[in-house]
């Protein structure tokens, strides 16, 4: 019997709602039967906690006395330039920004390099920070200069506010060439010595819900440690690619735009991160609940790694040159295994993403749902997604699993 979301926040008000994480769901599944398991379980809870580049935050400072338009002028905070091109106090940092004129980073030689990332932790961990601003000066907003100290309580807001999250699979990075490579997925050693991936696999919010069903614009989620919100798809949003039977996309998919009050988060779920030899970014921490609203979405909630794969890419070639062509496909219970087998070669993993993060994000989100202090948000519209007649497997796999019950 299909359930609603409002009924699922009658139980989570009253205390009887029955909440696993993505993990704990697969076993218990295992027990009770897909169909047993849909009535009893009412939300699964995901995670994952990786470097997300194309996030940010905006802020308002607040007016000084006399006013300074920084709009259209220039300002940096830790030496880091934000975007000035809104209104006279509001601005911009983004993720992977960096010292216009100091990329080694002379105020922080510990951390190469410093950037927005390491910014956005700063101000979340209550660190006052250097900011400096040039106006053009107005009749309205004479000041020409700022030259102070600000932290996050001095701002009117402070706003995480993330393009493209949660990337629902990526590649396998490889490096065929002779020489060591320093990309996005860390250092690749030659001739294919280490291969990295990123993602949290079965417990990823995006490879639980594949074909979006219960997430979309309004959806209330975990982020950076505090609750923050689900506002669209995702900058390079691609649901049309090949899939596995279970809707699980072999190759990077769907994506997720999301927002968040700052001043409720923490470093410990925002971290700034340097790249040798690439840059800066910021990982973020990003859990999301699924509502169990019926068979079918508790189905693709029984995601396991065995049941994911994801392309094994060469990046000394394909990213250069723009052509991403695949070496071949592995699952994520390989690459979790500790070793791939590209080319009749072992070759040695490591995630970019934290596992064990993650988890930690999914029972945090379960304990906060169970406990009453987090309810379910029904999406206002949907995002896009793919084609339904994957739906048809689901409807194979249910007639299938009826039949054993």
């Not at 897909?34 to 009412?42: G, I, M, T």
């Not at 950037?115 to 004479?142: F, R």
């Not at 990077?252 to 988060?265: C, E, I, S, Y």
């Amino acid at each position: 019997m299909a359930k609603t979301i409002e009924e699922i926040n009658e139980k989570i008000k009253k205390g009887t709602v029955v909440v696993l994480d993505a993990e704990e769901i697969i076993e218990f599944v295992e027990n009770k039967g897909l169909k047993q398991a849909a009535e009893k379980v009412d939300v699964v809870t995901t995670g994952t906690f990786a470097p997300m580049c194309s996030s940010g935050a905006y802020f308002n400072l607040g007016h000084t006395n006399p006013r300074i338009k920084l709009g259209g002028g220039y300002v940096t905070l830790n030496e880091i330039p934000a975007y000035t091109g809104l209104a006279a106090v509001d601005l911009f940092v983004g993720a992977t920004a960096i010292p216009e004129n100091d990329p080694r980073n002379r105020l922080y030689p510990g951390r190469f390099p410093y950037g927005g990332g390491h910014l956005i932790e700063d101000l979340v961990s209550g660190k006052d920070v250097h900011l400096t601003a040039w106006g053009y000066g107005t009749d309205c907003y004479p000041r020409g200069k700022l030259d102070t100290w600000i932290n996050l309580n001095d701002m009117n807001e402070a706003v995480l506010f993330n393009i493209r999250n949660c990337y629902q699979n990526y590649n396998v990075a490889v490096n065929l060439s002779d020489r060591t490579i320093y990309t996005y997925m860390g250092v690749l050693q030659p001739k294919m010595r280490n291969a990295t991936y990123s993602s949290a696999g079965q417990l990823s919010p995006l490879l639980n819900d594949p074909l979006y069903k219960t997430i979309g614009l309004g959806t209330r989620i975990f982020l950076g440690g505090g609750v923050g919100y689900v506002v669209g798809s995702g900058t390079q949003h691609n649901p049309t690619v090949p899939r596995t039977e279970r809707g699980v996309p072999r190759t990077g998919a769907g994506t997720l735009a999301v927002k968040g009050d700052l001043k409720q988060m923490s470093p410990r779920w925002l971290r700034g991160a340097s790249f040798t030899g690439y840059g800066a970014t910021l990982a973020v921490g990003v859990g999301i609940p699924i509502p169990i609203v019926d068979e079918e979405i508790l189905f693709y909630a029984t995601v396991r790694d065995e049941d994911i794969v994801a392309q094994v890419v060469d990046y000394s070639n394909a990213y250069p040159n723009c052509v991403p062509e695949s070496i071949c496909e592995v699952s994520y219970a390989e690459l979790k295994s500790g070793e791939i087998t590209v080319k009749g070669r072992k070759v040695p993993t490591a995630a970019l993403s934290s596992y064990a993060r993650a988890k930690e994000i999914a029972t945090i989100l379960k304990d906060s749902i169970k406990e009453g202090r987090f309810f379910l948000t029904k999406p206002v519209e949907p995002i896009p997604s793919a084609d339904s007649e994957i739906e048809f497997k689901f409807l194979k796999e249910r007639t299938k699993t009826s039949e054993n019950e």
